[in-house]
């Protein structure tokens, strides 16, 4: 109660300041007659404008910039994706998920969406998994922007942009300017600690260097399926409660160099976390943890070959390597060791040599030289090779209407030959409304996990077809000012042969077959106002209809989903204050329940400039405790999860110049 | 988990605490202000070849919100010039301009319009720091909450612009 009290007295004053934001900035000096020396050393105020997408893309595209992470206090790409419209990030107490749009069906790794850091595409080639809780790549404080493009993206970028495609853009180092040091503390004992290096050099040349290492203790969480003697033969010793098994430990490396139209940017991360909830027939309270490990070397070139011909060339490197740990009833302790090496090269044109048409096209060849399986019951090896290429064209019919057709061809051994068309009509009738209407079908080869992988409850299908969609889209884009913008959207998605995994009756083993399809339709809305005085506005809502293929509702699909943030200075604007707002409806489970939807409350504090070089940010994640649930994926005992309580974050840095 | 009142009163200290101590701070100025005055100084710190022309043409393509800041100037004399500014729906036009500003918020292809300019005496500014490369005289871009520039000292000796010693000085870099 006094809780609820002392909440209410700070929202009002919160909504008191932002109120007051506006008179703050000066404006009353006389520019004209100010040194130029004087000027340099002025601070200033952005002014606030909705920063130009870079992404390629027929549909809306929603950013979150590194201000709004920092406002918000985003730790991770799941946070940052939570808070986008139509987006929610369920968790199995040990991995991040990611559902939307008919996609996200409970224990589906973040496969159908496609995650790429500076271009490079993240998903490994075990799981075609993209990382987006701390398994990422990238520390969200590295982070220049992030920016979800809906629909299929596989006309350009091929096999996992089924769904999607989530790009991240990373700072350059001058945005740094110095060494950054960098402490946190969290609920549940958790630490971290950051060292980033950045810095513009005399020649141009522009490196960015950074190291982290983040350690949670985590909860004894408890689980009431398991406090059952008939479940659990331990029930006497731990109640149902996992003790111990909700630990984390994930290192991060991650560097940039840029010089002359050249960027050389290498990440690595290896996390481990422990998991606490018995799932896949695992010993309950006994040592399982999921560790992956993902690294990458990438090297692109942009160069102007004539006035009309840009060219990008990109080769990249990938690893990844799983080891799995688990306690198997009759078997004991085990270990996995799952790992996966690739190497690719992809070259793009763009050109404009005919008036009114402009050209992209491109070919990428990639070579997965090593997918391989090691666990108790065997060890196995594939490699895989893909080439593919691509060709877009977007052509001025008038001055207010575009046509943009384009498609990827793309072989993968063992897969053959598959195409994604891509076609859209955009339209400006007059200069701030833009509406598009898309339609784009594209396929998800079968992950090797999906195919190959074999132990004692899995058998692997060689024979295992891609899967498809198509989706069309109508988008409307209605740009009021360089700060104001409403998107509303209304689509329609098709999948089939979606790879499925069944049980078969004859060894009680299970497989992954191509048998669901599905349907999905959706509405989406938002709204998106900055204000010159610092106060950024974003809200969304969308509602989504979700069928499988036995034409029930969609498992973990909520059917409405609202979002809504507001930030803005106050105190003089010493401090940033960043309330988020998240609406999630209620979905149903594998055992078909209904989980109760929720309205979840965060806010977070964050100094605006340093204060004698030191910045700092706090965060209240679950402002007002409730209490909700993620719904488990069929491999669990649980039909849903408890999700954490009120907790908070509290981040520091310093800056050596 | 539940929190204690020790924790919000001690929450409730620290933001008062932070109301009181933090009172005087530098005044900060709005992005498009600070931005007309930079290319105020780049013309004044700028020599055209023998000019006879009384007036000095500041161009801006497009809608930029500079615009509204450069009245502030408008009028103002530099070197015996007087400021005009003159706002342009595309880059076709010819090279009336003594200045041209290219702003990130147009789309603008800015080789195009450096290579279409060619040796004509036209200082090239733009905010956009991604279009450096591409030949603007002078970028302009944020560091650390302020605004600095960099200056491409070829690209105005190419257009028979002579940029003063202490504009170069106070550039971050100078190619």
């Known amino acids: 109660m006094r809780f609820a009290v002392f909440l209410t007295g700070m929202l009002m004053f919160i909504a008191g300041q932002a109120v007051s934001a506006e008179k703050d900035v000066a404006t009353s000096i006389d520019l004209a007659h100010t040194p130029f020396e004087q000027l340099l050393d002025m601070e200033y105020v952005s002014a606030a404008k909705i920063s130009n997408q870079i992404s390629d893309a027929n549909t809306a595209v929603t950013i979150v910039t590194a201000e709004d992470i920092r406002a918000y206090g985003y730790r991770n790409i799941a946070e940052i994706v939570n808070s986008m419209r139509g987006l929610y990030t369920p968790y199995d107490r040990s991995i991040w998920y990611l559902g939307g749009r008919g996609f996200g069906r409970s224990g589906d790794y973040v496969g159908r969406i496609l995650l790429m850091i500076d271009g490079y595409a993240t998903n490994d080639n075990i799981y075609d998994e993209a990382y987006i809780g701390n398994d990422g790549l990238i520390d969200t404080e590295l982070i220049q922007r992030v920016e979800y493009v809906p629909g299929s993206g596989s006309?350009?970028?091929?096999?996992?942009?089924?769904?999607?495609?989530?790009?991240?853009?990373?700072?350059?180092?001058?945005?740094?300017?110095?060494?950054q040091v960098s402490g946190e503390l969290a609920s549940y004992g958790g630490k971290k600690g950051r060292v980033t290096y950045g810095k513009q050099l005399e020649n141009g040349a522009d490196l960015l260097?950074?190291?982290?290492?983040?350690?949670?203790?985590?909860?004894?969480?408890?689980?009431?399926?398991?406090?059952?003697?008939?479940?659990?033969?331990?029930?006497?010793?731990?109640?149902?409660?996992?003790?111990?098994?909700?630990f984390e430990r994930s290192p991060r490396l991650f560097g940039k160099l840029q010089f002359e139209g050249v960027t050389v940017e290498g990440g690595y991360v290896s996390r481990r976390h422990a998991n606490p909830t018995g799932a896949y027939g695992t010993v309950f309270n006994a040592l399982t943890w999921d560790w992956d490990t993902n690294g990458f070397v990438s090297i692109k070139s942009d160069n102007t070959l004539s006035p009309h011909l840009k060219s990008s060339s990109h080769v990249y490197y990938g690893y990844y390597l799983d080891r799995t740990a688990l306690t198997d009833p009759t078997l004991g302790l085990l270990h996995e060791h799952n790992r996966g090496q690739w190497a690719g090269a992809d070259v793009k044109f763009v050109g404009d040599w005919f008036d009114g048409h402009k050209l992209v096209f491109g070919a990428e060849y990639r070579n997965d030289f090593e997918i391989a399986f090691s666990n108790h019951f065997g060890a196995s090896d594939y490699s895989r090779t893909t080439a593919s290429i691509y060709a877009q064209d977007e052509l001025s019919v008038t001055d207010q209407l575009k046509l943009n057709v384009g498609g990827r061809i793309e072989e993968s051994t063992g897969v053959g030959t598959n195409a994604s068309p891509r076609v859209a009509l955009i339209y400006k009738p007059f200069d701030p409304t833009t509406i598009k209407l898309s339609y784009s079908s594209a396929?998800?080869?079968?992950?090797?996990?999906?195919?190959?992988?074999?132990?004692?409850?899995?058998?692997?299908?060689?024979?295992?077809?891609?899967?498809?969609?198509?989706?069309?889209?109508?988008?409307?884009?209605?740009?009021?000012?360089?700060?104001?913008?409403?998107?509303?959207?209304?689509?329609?998605?098709?999948?089939?042969?979606?790879?499925?995994?069944?049980?078969?009756?004859s060894s009680g083993l299970n497989q992954n077959i191509n048998s669901g399809s599905g349907h999905t339709n959706g509405l989406e809305l938002e709204v998106l106002r900055l204000w010159d005085n610092g106060v950024r506005m974003r809200g969304s809502y969308a509602r989504q209809l979700s069928i499988d293929s036995n034409g029930l509702r969609m498992v973990n699909a909520p059917e409405n989903l609202g979002k809504f943030?507001?930030?803005?200075?106050?105190?003089?604007?010493?401090?940033?204050?960043?309330?988020?707002?998240?609406?999630?409806?209620?979905?149903?489970?594998?055992?078909?329940?209904?989980?109760?939807?929720?309205?979840?409350?965060?806010?977070?504090?964050?100094?605006?400039?340093?204060?004698?070089?030191?910045?700092?940010?706090?965060?209240?994640?679950?402002?007002?405790?409730?209490?909700?649930?993620?719904v488990a994926s069929s491999g669990m005992v649980q039909d849903t999860l408890q999700m954490d309580g009120r907790n908070m974050w509290l981040q520091m840095d310093y800056t050596f110049k | 988990?539940?929190?204690?009142?020790?924790?919000?009163?001690?929450?409730?200290?620290?933001?008062?605490?932070?109301?009181?101590?933090?009172?005087?701070?530098?005044?900060?100025?709005?992005?498009?202000?600070?931005?007309?005055?930079?290319?105020?100084?780049?013309?004044?710190?700028?020599?055209?070849?023998?000019?006879?022309?009384?007036?000095?043409r500041i161009c801006v393509v497009g809608q930029d919100p500079i615009v509204e800041a450069l009245q502030d100037i408008e009028g103002s004399e530099v070197n015996g010039r007087r400021i005009k500014v003159v706002q342009l729906p595309d880059v076709s036009g010819d090279s009336l301009c003594d200045a041209l500003y290219l702003s990130e918020s147009e789309s603008i292809d800015v080789k195009g319009v450096i290579s279409k300019l060619g040796e004509s005496p036209v200082l090239t500014v733009s905010d956009n720091i991604d279009v450096a490369k591409s030949g603007v005289m002078i970028s302009m871009f944020p560091m650390s909450k302020r605004l600095v520039f960099n200056v491409n000292a070829e690209s105005a000796k190419r257009a028979h612009l002579t940029l003063s010693s202490r504009l170069l000085r106070l550039a971050k870099h100078v190619d």
């Open chain 1, 443 to 505: 396929f998800r080869r079968p992950s090797a996990y999906e195919q190959f992988y074999h132990d004692d409850t899995q058998v692997v299908n060689p024979s295992l077809r891609p899967e498809f969609v198509t989706s069309t889209e109508l988008t409307l884009q209605q740009q009021f000012s360089r700060n104001m913008r409403l998107v509303g959207s209304l689509y329609h998605y098709q999948t089939s042969d979606l790879i499925t995994s069944i049980t078969l009756p």
């Open chain 1, 155 to 179: 006309a350009i970028y091929g096999n996992n942009a089924f769904f999607g495609i989530i790009n991240i853009i990373t700072k350059k180092g001058r945005d740094f300017d110095g060494t």
């Open chain 1, 565 to 630: 943030n507001l930030t803005f200075p106050m105190l003089q604007r010493a401090i940033r204050t960043g309330l988020e707002l998240q609406y999630t409806s209620s979905r149903f489970t594998e055992a078909r329940q209904q989980a109760a939807g929720y309205t979840l409350a965060n806010l977070t504090f964050s100094s605006e400039k340093p204060i004698y070089g030191l910045n700092a940010s706090f965060s209240i994640r679950n402002l007002f405790d409730r209490n909700y649930v993620s």
């Open chain 2, 1 to 56: 988990m539940k929190l204690k009142p020790i924790v919000y009163k001690a929450l409730t200290a620290m933001l008062l605490g932070l109301l009181v101590t933090i009172t005087s701070r530098a005044d900060s100025l709005p992005e498009y202000k600070m931005k007309a005055a930079f290319l105020y100084n780049f013309v004044q710190l700028t020599e055209w070849p023998k000019s006879s022309e009384t007036l000095l």
């Open chain 1, 209 to 246: 260097l950074s190291a982290s290492m983040l350690k949670n203790d985590g909860q004894d969480l408890f689980s009431p399926e398991f406090n059952n003697a008939a479940i659990d033969p331990n029930v006497a010793v731990n109640h149902g409660v996992a003790k111990g098994l909700d």
